[in-house]
């Protein structure tokens, strides 16, 4: 992929599609990079597109004049829009971030894929999560653990309660492809289950001899963000949030006097790595400006983000067949009642 890559010297041009939470702070972060200037936004609200263009010092334009204006843009509009926007985006010769999921669909993923193949331009996939510092500290250990198990909660309250959302989608979709990244290969079995509200789900996945437990939800009223390795060499915690790791290892069982009293514990080595902390957005940028200037391949590639895809769609899937079998149950009851 060399065709668009450009001079190291040269300014890059870059745009947002769609400048809602997400989008805008994507326009912060460009117009914060060196070697990086914020040509212009634009969204179906002109409006927010007016409010965040000012902040920044750059223009709300209309989406074709964007285009005209950059070399990269970030597209963080509603899902089942982005094949339309990131083909439009791909067609005007633009390198494109878009936002996780890929697409609506598989095909749509693998079209994007193929159209930016063909043109030579970057097509990087917005899993953030993977550009945080302590998730690259993990991957950095994980070729060296036997790792027989990964338990992920990515957890919080209601965002908006008058929005019904979907936690697969919306939040088990990052845990997917970390996992993923991780153990580099796609799961051999899933299993999911989750409530009739798409606001609670779990997932069980088989990647080989490891075993991967899943869960997102927007019914808990306290923040969480972790991921638990058990390896036989270690047990290794890592908090998002915190972007921080700990390393167990050598828990040593014993028994105590204490004032006459036996007592049983444990006492285990805790390693802290040092970690680079710093906002995974910007380092997300920094990647993918670096791929476009250098031609090379994004680090989270649209292969990634479809294998992601094909991942969470299993598990909506499985999930919806517990709705319709809620459903059946909460019908059968008001039949006997």
Known sequence: MTERALTRSRTIRAGVVGVGAMGENHA???????????????????????RVADEYGTESVALEE???????????????????????????????LVEKPIAQTVEEGRDLARQASERGLVLQVGHIER????????????????????????????IDRT??????FDLM?????????????????????????GRYATATMEYGDVVASLTASRVTQKKVRKLSVTARECFVEVDFLEQSVLIHRDS?????????????????????PRIDNGEPLRHELESFVESVRTG????????????????????????????DNDAEREQEREVEI
């Open 131 to 158: 550009f945080n510092p302590a998730v690259r500290t993990m991957a950095d250990l994980i070729d060296d653990l036997e790792v027989i198990s990964l338990e992920a909660e990515r957890l919080g309250p209601p």
């Open 163 to 168: 929005a019904p959302g979907n936690v697969v």
């Open 173 to 197: 979709v990052h845990d997917v492809d970390i996992v993923g990244s991780l153990l580099g290969t796609s799961p051999d079995s899933v299993g999911a289950m989750g409530t009739g509200d």
């Open 66 to 96: 964007l285009l005209d204006r950059c070399d990269v843009v970030t597209v963080a509009v509603p899902t089942p829009a982005h094949h339309d926007v990131v083909s439009r985006c791909l067609e005007a010769d633009v390198h494109v």
């Open 252 to 272: 040593y069982p014993e028994y105590v006097n204490d004032e006459g009293q036996n007592r049983y514990r444990h006492e285990s080595v805790v390693e802290r």
């Open 28 to 50: 912060r972060v460009y117009s914060e990079l060196p070697g990086v200037t914020l040509a212009g936004v634009t969204d179906h609200d002109v409006e927010v597109a007016g």
């Open 296 to 323: 090379g391949e994004p680090e989270v590639s649209p292969e990634d983000g479809i294998e992601a895809l094909e991942t969470v769609l299993t598990i909506d899937s499985l999930v919806d067949g517990d709705r």
